[in-house]
């Protein structure tokens, strides 16, 4: 079975840091698409960041390029989210979205990717 867990969320200052993980297993992490979503409150989810861990590339939606930065360990079967430079609008709950990309592992389901619960980020002084 797929689980995905996010860690590393809290309570930071504007301007602070926070690096976020998310470790995954049950499928081959080192051929899969690690993504990571927010929710604000009241706001749609949206999409932040994506790490293709088969080779390393990245890509990040506009509000956060130049201050989040993906990256890997697949010993550990893990990816971080280091966030720097935090705003108040950076507030929410930041999900990790895993979809496996070997072709055996590809299945109807797994398409829209398997989430973790979430970890809160609060952004405030």
């Known amino acids: 079975q797929v689980q995905v867990v996010e860690s590393g969320g809290g309570l930071v200052q504007p301007g602070g840091s926070l690096r976020l993980s998310c470790i995954a297993s049950?499928?081959?992490?080192?051929?899969?698409?690690m993504n990571w979503y927010r929710q604000a409150p009241g706001k749609e989810r949206e999409w932040v960041a994506r790490?293709?861990?088969?080779?390393?590339?990245?890509n990040y939606t506009d509000s956060v390029k130049g201050r989040f930065s993906l990256s890997q360990d697949n010993a550990k079967k893990t990816v971080h989210l280091q966030i720097n430079a935090l705003k108040p609008e950076d507030t929410a709950v930041y999900y990790c979205?895993?979809?496996?990309?070997?072709?055996?592992?590809?299945?109807?389901?797994?398409?829209?990717?398997?989430w973790g619960q979430g970890t809160q980020v609060i952004v405030s002084s």
């Open positions: 790490l293709i861990t088969s080779g390393g590339n990245t």
């Open positions: 049950g499928f081959t992490f080192s051929n899969a698409a």
């Open positions: 979205n895993a979809i496996p990309l070997r072709l055996s592992e590809i299945r109807r389901d797994s398409v829209g990717g398997y």
